[in-house]
T-cell receptor, first 114, second 114 residues
Framework: KAGVTQTPRYLIKTRGQQVTLSCSPI?????VSWYQQTPGQGLQFLFE???????NKGNFPGRFSGRQFSNSRSEMNVSTLELGDSALYLC?????????????FGNGTRLTVT | GENVEQHPSTLSVQEGDSAVIKCTYS??????FPWYKQELGKGPQLIID?????GEKKDQRIAVTLNKTAKHFSLHITETQPEDSAVYFC?????????????FGTGTKLQVIP
């Protein structure tokens, strides 16, 4: 079974631009979560989607948004990029976080904002 | 919300020795505690997990213990090998906004010296 796939692997953007990251979950997984990973802050929860609905949201500004499609694939968007948005963005899927279903992570998208 | 603290941030051990990583959590309602290993350039991979109704779990050279009263849990790696070198994250799953949310510790960089 294929794992979680994130595209692209690397992105370089300039301040003020916007960016869209994509995540394809493991087949059959309906929950998709997004995390931001930085050296100083570890893994910070962004949001979680289940059946196209956002169920949970972390403490990030409204510039960070996401969505989930009917096939469970998910995208996250960051608008008006800031230097501090440079990070590894990780997507994780699970059958359903509400049950005993662990998170399975992709290899992330490395975003650099210059 | 849940807060997970992890210590130490870095750990160096000689090959063959044991390594112990400790975490504490704040939400007494947390009921599931996974551990992840992250190698360079990859996303975190689940290595072992424990549920709140269990005090200890082993899988070959890896074991996890949970003390619900003290709200702390630990990862034990015995007979360490160079391939164990990686960053390890503990996590706790708690209820947030009516849904489960996984909160991560800040990570421990383990170096196994041959």
């Amino acid at each position: 079974k294929a794992g979680v796939t994130q595209t692209p692997r690397y992105l370089i953007k300039t301040r003020g631009q916007q960016v869209t990251l994509s995540c394809s979950p493991i087949s059959g997984h309906r929950s998709v979560s997004w995390y931001q990973q930085t050296p100083g802050q570890g893994l910070q929860f962004l949001f979680e989607y289940f059946s196209e609905t956002q169920r949970n949201k972390g403490n990030f500004p409204g510039r960070f948004s996401g969505r989930q499609f009917s096939n469970s694939r998910s995208e996250m968007n960051v608008s008006t990029l800031e230097l501090g948005d440079s990070a590894l963005y990780l997507c994780a899927s699970s059958l359903d976080q509400g049950r005993d279903s662990p998170l399975h992570f992709g290899n992330g998208t490395r975003l650099t904002v210059t | 919300g849940e807060n997970v603290e992890q210590h130490p941030s870095t750990l160096s051990v000689q090959e063959g020795d044991s390594a112990v990583i400790k975490c504490t959590y704040s939400d007494s309602a947390s009921n599931y505690f996974p551990w992840y290993k992250q190698e360079l350039g990859k996303g975190p991979q689940l290595i072992i997990d424990i549920r709140s109704n269990v005090g200890e779990k082993k899988d070959q050279r890896i074991a996890v213990t949970l003390n619900k009263t003290a709200k702390h849990f630990s990862l034990h790696i015995t007979e360490t090998q160079p391939e164990d070198s990686a960053v390890y994250f503990c996590a706790a799953r708690s209820l947030s906004g009516g849904y489960q949310k996984v909160t991560f510790g800040t990570g421990t960089k383990l170096q196994v010296i041959p």
